[in-house]
């Protein structure tokens, strides 16, 4: 057991030794009295679950007096962020929760505003993209795929949730890039809704399907797909047999990162209280039961480490996008 943990739990019994109430235990490791959370979407979605998660964590392991959470749908996100800039005096005690759609839908134009004009204060978790196929595809692997490909482009139809130019596409597209293919010769269908796209996968409609990484998990585990690959650097523990892109001699990564901002000109100390907070929550158990419950995989990047980060995946989807004409 950690110190962390070990401290923990002797605070905790001194507490119970005494008779005192449960947040005077909290307040001995506490980093910060609040934190409001500003959603850019519905109840429910992604970033709902991670904001909220992470609040819950946060509140649990005592790192945070008090969570409170709004959810400000509009814009692809861009009415959120709109706000906590055009507010940005009154918004010290504010973090917004946002993923790679802030990558993509800055360069698309959705709204006016990047990455750049926000605080990053850290990324925190991910979700990696896989290719799966149908349980009784004759397809095993990428390089059955790469095969059926060549044989014939037009009849190897990839399908995603995304719409054209969104997460899924590119994804594919960079795949079948790095596989030495032309992502110009990719034909992607989109579609709205998981159930429609394993209908088309059973149909052959679709050779295969680009989607998260845990949803695939979902998804094999029910025993209706096939991984064929994943977008990881390493396999993962929550389905070992996996294998990732770079073990079949596709030399590419992807990860659709969750984190938080501040507003602009965030106090640095305020920075630095936000960070601290997020640091320590990975070592705690309530942070671990919220990652797991939700098959997150932990993807810590804080500061000039986020930046440095965020830069990297807007040239490789800048580039990709030009290419594929949504630029």
Known sequence: MSNFKLG????????????????AAANDHQVLDSIHFLIPGGAGGGWDGTARGTGEA????????????????????????????????????????NSTPIVIRSLTGVFPHNFRDLTLVSGTIGDYAAMVVGKDS??????????????????????????PGGMDHLVAAMVMEAAGKDALDVKYIPYDAGGKAMAALLSGEIAALSTGFSEA???????EVKIIGMTADERIDAAPDAMTMKEQGIDTTFVNWRGFFGAPGLPEDKVAMYQDAI???????????????????????????FLTFLEAQEKVIGDLMKKLGFL
Not at 8 to 22: E, I, K
Not at 217 to 223: C, F, I, K, R
Not at 283 to 302: F, K, L, M, Q
């Open 8 to 23: 923990r739990w002797a605070l905790l019994a001194a507490v119970a030794a005494f008779g005192l109430a449960g947040p």
């Open 279 to 305: 640091g320590k929550m990975y070592e705690t158990p309530e942070w671990e039961a919220v990652r797991a419950r939700n098959g997150w995989v932990n993807i810590h990047n804080s500061g000039d480490d």
């Open 138 to 163: 004759a397809i095993n692997s990428m390089e059955d795929l790469l095969v059926a490909f060549d044989a014939d482009p037009s009849a190897t139809a990839i399908g995603g949730g995304s719409v």
């Open 217 to 223: 998990v979902d998804l094999a585990s029910a025993g």
């Open 58 to 97: 946060l509140t649990g392991a005592g790192l945070v007096g008090t969570a409170s959470y709004e959810n400000m749908s509009g814009g692809g996100g861009g009415k959120a962020i709109g706000f906590l800039i055009e507010n940005a005096d009154s918004n010290h005690g504010t973090l917004m929760v």
